[in-house]
């Protein structure tokens, strides 16, 4: 039984109108019953992380890095370790400020300004998960991806995965570390939410147009901690967060062209952006729940990486890189200077260096009805 | 030491007081009255009266005795409630700290507004003589005898006597009226008509019209139209129920019968497993409730709609909550707004709303049989005895292999002990079986097409749109609700003159149109509503 399909109440002008419309189309049913490629259907994601698939055992020859504390210690002569060992909060004090007043002073906030402290990177040949050029998904072995000429046009290549080759030797980016462990938090304690809706734009071709757009509404929460679907959740009122992409959809499966990508990456406290230059989406929809998963491939501005991973500005203005990257095992200026080594996309015509790195994101999506900022 | 004493005499002083009021004449002005019914508060019955004697900041800290359901009402089981020692312990913690609230700091000097004190002689003055009798009317919804006047200024001389303050007095004086069986009870007395019949006296008159109709203690122009003996005057009696009706706050006593009537104080106690429905949160269990009294509402009360079409409405009140459970958008931000759905979605109808869906199904499962017989008691007014003693449960678990409820049902059925009730719930509850354990739509169960045709005294259909055309139609879904509700406001166990009494209903809800005030109207101003059982030798002596 098929129930509604591409129902087009109020529908008027393109696509605002379409948002405005009380009667959004009525998607997928909750048993995913007869899903049907005509459907506008919208989705909030449930989990978006990097795919960070785990160092091999021959791809940290040197072994992983250290961070700040991991450093300190490591230059104590052993005799003297001990007392930070024993108190942790002695080691605290003295790696402090952890914060810094002054931006210029703080490695994170400006790693520019201090020394390359080294950062060891996977450089050898690696058999992962890219995105090639119309959409689908290899896992060939290959050598880093280089920065390729100004000429060279990103709608041809395979996007790589060269952020997990500089986060690959970091302990809190293996698959148990830290970033995989608090990846949803962040979905999950109402800092970011973040919505699709693909809206069929001829049934017999099978094209459509793509949003994908921030919220600024948490995410509802079922009894087992999960983010519910059929959730009505409003786009972002700036309209910086609202990225739309034609796409193809053919049975089931989802591939966009490529895209400017730019979603609030809020987290705790941190208040950043996500900024993904020539991106694709690939979305596979489950006909028998109704439910989304994919890759969200592209190329991540250096700057934009620079602000939301390696500086972490919070909302009081403060960095809080320098935590984070004693956390998870590395330095902020050893970080910064692997990803302008390892950057791969958008060469700067003048310099001829790339100005962004490539970098693969898992996704999950349960249905949702995306709705209008009132 | 002193306070030691005081509060000592304070406990003996309330627990006499209570059982002198208990014993006291309820109407002396009357002789030849008689009590004929004593129902006890229902908790909301409570809250509404002291918010409406007090103010609605007064707060209440305590716990209620469970209220009692008797053939499918509270109202029914508050005439057979009592208080157990332990219940009247904590309606004891309420009257004190009720009454601590109430003749505390600025706000006790405005509710007293002259001073207490007692007179040279020791006997309480016209202030506090004043505040009892005040209180005493609208708490006892009649006026104090002079008995029970005179020993609540005597509670306040006593107190003062044991070192006490005035105010300490006036609040044990006003605890010992909340802790009273007079009020915790409404004590419905009768006395003798013209025509030889008994019927209930003017003040249980009043108390009776404010109850059914707004859920609470009756209003000051209420009490005075019973002081005045117009209640038992038909014109009288008109003009105070057409007034009672046109208050807003007949939506407060409409949403208390409903809630009664669709058993809502069993959400309470409603769980459902977290893994099989993560959507049941509580903020979904608060907001299907509400959705199903605004329904009611805004149909019965606001549109003065047809009670029957009750079962087809296509519409719903939604919020973003109840959102994702019936998996439809919505747009507004906050609040509750009309939702309108689709001309064939299978969504219609009360009985398609996930408050009786989910209240009336298993913590894991949904349940044909429960829903079946829920619609059976509840709409056509036709108990559905409980399973025999020696019901064999083991079938059910040879069963759980079937993928479909309709299957395991049908082999349930097939044991003459189970057939002879399930047949007359389960083709019903089986046209709702595209709703799960919370009431969200799903078309198959354990990966299996569910079927959701079904039958309700021989008449076929499917889903929950058959359903609520076939009850629409259903010549007794009108008069088993005409029964309710009279039940409801009688609250009573025993009505007589019931079959009389019921077909003039019948006949006042039909000429009506089916309207609720209509019927609400014709219990009011029914003569046969204030009639009572003559009174006995035993009331006599």
Known sequence: MKRVTFTRHGLGGGLAALLCAISLAVQALPDGSEVSDIVQRGYVLTDFRLVTPGAGPNDCPDGFNLGYSQRFLAALPEAERQPYLDDPQLLQQALAPWYYDDPEQDPCANPANFPDTGMLTIDGPLAMQRMEADGSISETTAPPSACPAASAANEARTIDNQYWRVMGCVRGYQPTGQAAAFANSFITDGSMTVLLQVTPLDEDSGAVEVLLASSQTPVTLGTNGAPLPWASLPLAADTRYHNRVRGQLDDGVLVTERFDLRIIRAAQRLDSELYLRDAMLRLEIDPDTGNASGLLAGYWDLDSLAHSSIRIQDRTGLSSGKPAADTHGYTCPGKYYAVKRLADGNPDPATGECTSISVLHSLQAVPAFVVANP | MVMCRVKAAMAGLLCAAAVLAQGAPVSPSVEASHVVAMKRLTQGQYRNSIADVFGGDIEIVGRFAPDYRHERLLAAGSALASLAPADYEQYDLMAREIARQVLSGEQGEKNLGCEP?????????????????????????????????????????????????????????????????????????????????????????????????????????????????????????????????????????????????????????????????????????????????????????????????????????????????????????????????????????????????????????????????????????????????????????????????????????????????????????????????????????????????????????????????????????????????????????????????????????????????????????????????????????
């Open chain 2, 117 to 541: 004190r007692l007179t040279a002689t020791g006997t309480a003055n016209d202030c506090i003589g004043h505040f009892i009798a005040h209180y005493g009317l609208k708490l006892f919804r009649r006026p104090l005898t002079a008995t029970e006047q005179s020993q609540r200024e005597a509670v306040v001389s006593e107190v003062v006597s044991l070192g006490g303050s005035v105010n300490d007095g006036l609040q044990l004086a006003l605890a010992s009226l909340l802790v009273s069986p007079d009020f915790l009870f409404r004590i419905e007395t009768a006395q003798p008509a013209s025509n030889g019949q008994w019927q209930l006296d003017s003040y249980s008159r009043a108390a009776r019209l404010s109850y059914f109709l707004w859920n609470t203690t009756p209003d000051a122009t209420l009490l005075q139209a019973a002081h005045e003996d117009e209640l038992m005057q038909p014109a009288g009696l008109r003009r105070q129920v057409e007034r009672l009706l046109a208050s807003p706050r007949l939506e407060q006593g409409m949403r208390a019968l409903f809630t009664d009537m669709l058993a809502f104080d069993r959400f309470g106690e409603l769980s459902k497993d977290v893994a099989l429905y993560p959507a049941f949160t509580p903020a979904v269990a608060d907001a299907l409730q509400e959705q199903t009294l605004r329904t009611l509402t805004q149909h019965l009360l606001d549109a003065g709609g047809d009670y029957r079409d009750l079962f087809v409405l296509d519409w719903m009140p939604m919020n973003r909550t109840l959102g994702l459970v019936y998996a439809v958008p919505v747009p507004w931000a906050s609040g509750w707004q009309t939702y309108q759905f689709d001309s064939e979605d299978e969504r219609q109808g009360l009985l398609s709303q996930v408050s009786l869906l989910s209240l009336h199904a298993h913590a894991g499962s949904s349940s044909p049989t429960l829903r079946g017989r829920f619609i059976r008691e509840t709409f056509l007014c036709q108990p559905i005895p409980p399973p025999p003693a020696d019901v064999d449960f083991t079938l059910d678990e040879a069963f759980a292999v079937l993928p479909t409820a309709r299957e395991r049902l049908q082999r349930h059925r097939k044991e003459s002990t189970c057939a002879a009730c399930h047949h007359l719930m389960d083709p019903i509850g089986l046209t709702l079986e595209h709703y799960d354990g919370i009431g969200m739509l799903r078309l198959r169960e354990n990966g299996s097409p569910i079927n959701t045709a079904g039958e309700l005294d021989s008449v076929a259909f499917e889903g929950a749109r058959g359903l609520g055309a076939a009850l629409q139609n259903h010549r007794l879904v009108p008069a088993c609700f005409a029964d309710t509700v009279y039940r409801y406001a009688a609250s009573g166990t025993e009505i007589p003159h019931a079959r009389d009494l019921q077909a003039a209903l019948n006949e006042a809800f039909a000429a009506g149109g089916y309207q609720l005030p209509a019927l609400l109207r014709a219990i009011a101003n029914s003569q046969s509503f204030y009639a009572a059982a003559p009174a006995t030798e035993e009331d006599q002596s």
